[in-house]
């Protein structure tokens, strides 16, 4: 038995789910011993994809607070939680990424550990529509998208929050939300996009399990110092020297690893050096 399993054989953690998440999380971590059961919660109250509910903080905010509803609502003293998000990438326009974050808050042992994903390969697309669309381009769009396994969302284009319709996985389906969507719309447009609900989007499961992966691999590193579970990366040092000119750059010199309980911080220097297309003197 691991040390991290010493730590964790025995013991529950809450899932704080709204669907059926808890086999993609439950696998990973129960190579640390971690039991893992699901606690239904109205999980939309902390935001919603589709905008009628703001998501308020940052995901990592987010996903505790589920984690911690999750404790008061099982009387466990562990509670689990994920969290997604998506946005523009910083370095690609019209690029999306997905970042899938999981949480762990232990009580007894007084940690809150996380690991993250981040990735360009999560189905997230949109088509404008309208009720003259032709069924051959949604049909094409459906394919590229992987539908009906990847279910759809339509939507008013004009931002309306009524004739919103969710978990769309037939094309008479689709048609029957083009036409409320627009019908409810001013300007007589409709919005398909993926439904990126974990439970419909087979892209983002499987980056939740190599975060929940990640999540069970910190959990069986422990602290050089006070030994609690969670150790790994916590920041980097920028400054990399440039490959042609020697001056640092944005790069990571160093990736900086840290516990979740103690103030024990360690360094990684990183090896090399930096591309120059990254060097504020050489390309600025």
Not at 43 to 57: A, C, H, L, N
Not at 61 to 70: G, Q, S, T
Not at 80 to 106: C, I, N, R, Y
Request: hydrophobic share 40%.
């Amino acid at each position: 038995m691991t040390t991290a399993q010493a730590t964790y054989a025995g013991r529950t953690a809450a899932l704080a789910t709204k669907h059926g998440k808890g086999p993609l999380i439950a696998t990973p971590l129960a190579a640390v011993g971690l039991e893992v059961v699901v606690t239904p919660l109205d999980t939309d109250s902390f935001g919603t994809f589709t905008g009628e509910v703001p998501r308020r903080g940052t995901p990592r905010e987010v996903a505790v607070r589920k984690a911690r509803a999750a404790i008061e609502a099982s009387g466990l003293d562990v509670g689990l939680a994920s969290e997604g998000s998506f946005g523009p990438h910083p370095a690609m326009p019209g690029v999306t990424t997905d970042l899938e974050l999981v949480v762990l808050v232990d009580d007894r042992l007084g940690v809150t550990v996380s690991e993250r994903v981040v990735t360009t390969a999560t189905a997230a697309a949109s088509l404008e529509a309208t009720a003259a669309t032709s069924s051959a381009e949604l049909e094409r769009f459906c394919n590229q998208v992987g539908f009906p396994d990847q279910a759809l969302i339509c939507r008013p284009a004009d931002g309306t929050r009524q004739a919103i319709t969710k978990a769309i996985t037939s094309l008479d389906g689709l048609h029957r939300a083009i036409r409320a969507a627009t019908g409810a719309s001013r300007d007589r447009r409709a919005v398909v996009e993926t439904d990126l609900r974990a439970h419909l989007c087979p892209t983002r499961r499987v980056v939740i399990v190599e975060a929940a992966t990640r999540l069970a691999r910190r959990l069986a590193s422990r602290c050089p110092r006070c030994e609690t579970p969670g150790f790994g990366q916590v920041g980097v040092e920028t400054g990399l020297p440039c490959r042609w000119c020697g001056l640092p750059t944005d790069a990571p010199a160093a990736l900086v690893d840290g516990c979740a309980r103690c103030d024990f911080r360690q360094r990684r220097p990183v090896a090399g050096d930096a591309d120059p297309s990254t060097c504020p003197a050489c390309n600025p």
